[in-house]
C-alpha cells in the first residue's frame, strides 16, 4: 500500500536531482495531524513513499524542527511547539 513518489527534477547544468517537497509539506502535514503522527500518516498527506517521509522527517528531526519518540514500539513525529 506504498505511495509511488514522483520523480525528482533533474537539474540541466548539475545533473543533480531536486527534491520534489520543502521542509514546509512535512511541516504542514504534522500540523493537519494535529502535529503528532507516524510516518505513513505523513507520507499520505504528503503524497510521497513512506522512506521518503521518513528521510525527511529525521532531518527536520536533527534540525530541531521536529521531535521523534518511538512510542509503543511505533515512531511518532511531534511537531515542535515553539
Known sequence: ???QSVPPERDDKTGRYTPSWSD???LEA???LDGVAGTTDVADLVDC???TAYHWL???ADKG???RREIGGSLTWI???D
Do not use: C, G, I, P
Request: proline share 0%; aromatic share 4%.
Open 58 to 60: 529525521n532531518d527536520l
Open 65 to 67: 524542527e521536529v521531535e
Open 24 to 26: 514546509e509539506d512535512f
Open 1 to 3: 500500500m506504498s505511495t
Open 79 to 81: 511537531l515542535d511547539s
Open 49 to 51: 513513499s513512506r522512506k
Open 30 to 32: 504534522l500540523r493537519e
